[in-house]
């Protein structure tokens, strides 16, 4: 299966997914490292896809997305960001609006404790 499929079938059949350098529970990266960070503390389900794993993966991401760099936010098959875009999001609250217009479960309580450290 080519690493395009590959994607497509992963960002279609996950809500949520990030491809990142490492594991949601061991980046390999800060920038993975705080996406996930971000993910995991607001309970999001997502799927994780460590491109350190695969180097087809790891180009055909960023040929997929047309986006140059990891870790890249899919919700719902639909390209999000990178780092910079998702701590946006976050903090300015549109990640929350994102996840409840798309049906995505999150902590709201730990986004709103996420933004009150970050004020």
Known sequence: MSAEIQ???TVTNNNVVLFMKGT???????????VAGVLNFMSVDF???????D???????????DWPT????????????GCDIITEMMLSGELDTLFTDNGV???????????E???
């Open 7 to 9: 994607i497509k079938d």
């Open 24 to 34: 949601k529970s061991m980046p390999q990266c800060g920038f993975s490292s705080r």
């Open 47 to 53: 799927a994780d896809v460590n491109v350190l794993a």
């Open 55 to 65: 180097d087809e993966i790891r180009q055909g991401i960023k040929d997929y997305s």
């Open 70 to 81: 990891i870790p890249q936010l899919y919700v719902k098959g639909e390209f999000v960001g």
């Open 105 to 115: 479960a999150f902590d709201k309580d730990a986004a709103d404790k996420i933004r």
């Open 117 to 119: 450290a970050n004020a």
